[in-house]
């Protein structure tokens, strides 16, 4: 079993930034990548930003120039730095990994809330 534990959501004015931390551990073998999806209340959950263990990234549109997300390989975690916020970037973010093996797990979630 994987465990996804997620901190850094809170509430944050327009404008403002947060940093979202996601570290993974339990029965890790490899993680091939990792990253952050994000789901506003009636909408569907989508993605918001990817990076493979080789360092490469995947944004989405709405978010690219304002969000950066890295990752520390030795301590499993994933980081997403958010700048410049929007009160469209309300949602609760969910941190996702992709195993070696194929396998996807999720964290519970945390909340963003940009006021405006």
């Known amino acids: 079993q994987v465990q996804l534990v997620e901190s850094g959501g809170g509430l944050v004015q327009a404008g403002g930034s947060l940093r979202l931390s996601c570290a993974a551990s339990?029965?890790?073998?490899?993680?091939?990548?990792m990253g952050w999806y994000r789901q506003a209340p009636g909408r569907q959950r989508d993605l918001v930003a990817t990076i493979t263990a080789g360092g490469s990234t995947n944004y989405a549109v709405s978010v690219k120039e304002r969000f950066t997300i890295s990752r520390d390989n030795a301590k499993n975690t994933v980081y997403l730095q958010m700048n410049s916020l929007k009160p469209e970037d309300t949602a609760v973010y969910y941190c996702y990994t992709l195993l070696a093996s194929l396998r996807g797990y999720w964290g519970q979630g945390t909340q963003v809330t940009v006021s405006s």
């Open positions: 339990g029965n890790i073998y490899s993680i091939n990548a």
